[in-house]
């Protein structure tokens, strides 16, 4: 046991606090917001320093470096920090994704769920987009709310989840913003269509107002059907979201930034489908290649039943006319992964975390 002040001591019982009801069938309960203005704020050094506890038998974290890709230094406001990230969900990790590499120890949630809180504290976006998040309510609502975000989340209405035995619940797709920073002017809860027929898969798009420019923007977070043999299934969801963005931000007149886990390569339709659209969007992970023209080569790495997969899936679009890119997180390397890939006992979801630095061009309309 460790000493701990009073703070401390009720932190820490807020942070190793689990849900322990059963699943609630009826999803409407997952879409209720419990009110985090009732809650204390809580520093971050405070929060991360805990989870720094649970985790002190377990390896460091990896190091990541932010690679420079402004053009003119001159800034004008502070940049966005923006994160994406598949954090894999709980049930699924150890009920159904049979990462044979993977120890069942270096996946149990009260651990794994510092590894996760530590990687966002580490890197502090102002905006962060999750994808296959089952322990909303009883981790990431209440923390990072209390944190000063503020917080959505939409579940899938047939979630793979709730098959797995003592489940938390279904996953789906949260969206957390920092109130200080910014405003919510609307929100919109979407569940894609394909074919014209309603799919499991979902997004959440957002306007906000930057509270420092004044300025309009609209964040999206999404997470398109997995699988070989989808491929047209992910271009129809794709084409559905992409004309339901058209629609919210008035043809591309809100600058859009897109984050998501797509199920698809480059070489996939739904790819080429927003590197085309006509809201000019552009990949930002591209930058970090030598000629700023090729996506990095994965963006998730694991072993299971069916062997070894490495594949790039996971992007941060955005409005190329109105935004610009100042930094990029690098992503790890094989080294740093090792040969038993993710998740592991040092990185706690098999897709890697992407953070980009944006900031407005002073002349949106140069690039239309």
């Known amino acids: 046991m460790y000493s701990m002040g009073n703070s401390t001591s009720r932190l820490y019982s807020a942070l190793a606090k689990t849900l322990s009801s059963g699943a609630v069938s009826k999803h409407q309960e997952y879409l209720e ?48 920090r923006v994160m994406q990230w598949n954090i894999l969900a709980q049930a699924l990790g150890e009920g159904k994704d049979n990462f044979v590499q993977c120890p069942m120890e270096a996946l149990r949630w009260e651990e794994r769920k510092c590894l996760i809180l530590e990687e966002i504290l580490a890197y502090q976006p102002d905006i962060l987009c999750l994808q296959e998040v089952d322990h909303y309510f009883d981790t990431f609502q209440p923390l990072l709310g209390r944190l000063g975000y503020q917080c959505t989340f939409f579940p899938k209405p047939w979630s793979p989840c709730l098959d797995v035995e003592c489940n938390n619940g279904p996953d789906g797709c949260a969206l957390f913003f920092l109130k200080d920073r910014f405003t919510l002017i609307s929100s919109n809860n979407m569940r894609l269509t394909a074919m014209k027929l309603k799919t499991n898969q979902v997004a959440i798009a957002q306007i906000l107002k930057c509270n420092e420019t004044g300025k309009l923007f609209c964040i999206a977070v999404t997470h398109l059907k997995a699988r070989n043999g989808w491929e047209r299934f992910r271009s129809a969801q794709g084409a559905d979201l992409l004309q339901k963005l058209k629609s919210i931000t008035q043809e591309a007149e809100i600058p859009l930034i897109v984050c998501g886990d797509f199920n698809a390569e480059p070489t996939e339709e739904v790819y080429k489908e927003f590197s ?18 090729s996506e990095p080569p ?35 390397t094989e080294e740093q992964i090792g040969p038993n890939r993710l998740p592991s006992y040092n990185y706690p979801s098999d897709h890697l975390s992407l953070v980009c630095d944006f900031s407005f061009n002073e002349d949106p309309d140069r690039l239309l």
């Open 33 to 80: 917001h419990p009110d985090s203005e009732l809650l204390d704020p809580i520093d971050p050094k405070d929060l991360l320093a805990e989870c720094q506890v649970v985790l002190q038998k377990r390896p460091a974290r990896l190091q990541r470096d932010f690679v420079d890709l402004r053009t003119n230094v001159a800034r004008s406001h502070q940049p966005i």
């Open 298 to 332: 994965y963006t998730t790495w694991k072993i299971r039943l069916s062997g070894e997969s490495r594949h790039t899936l996971d992007y941060i679009w955005y409005s190329q006319h109105a935004l610009q890119v100042n930094a990029a997180l690098s992503l790890l």
């Open 276 to 293: 085309d659209s006509s809201l000019n969007l552009n990949s930002a992970y591209k930058l970090l290649s030598a000629d700023g023209m």
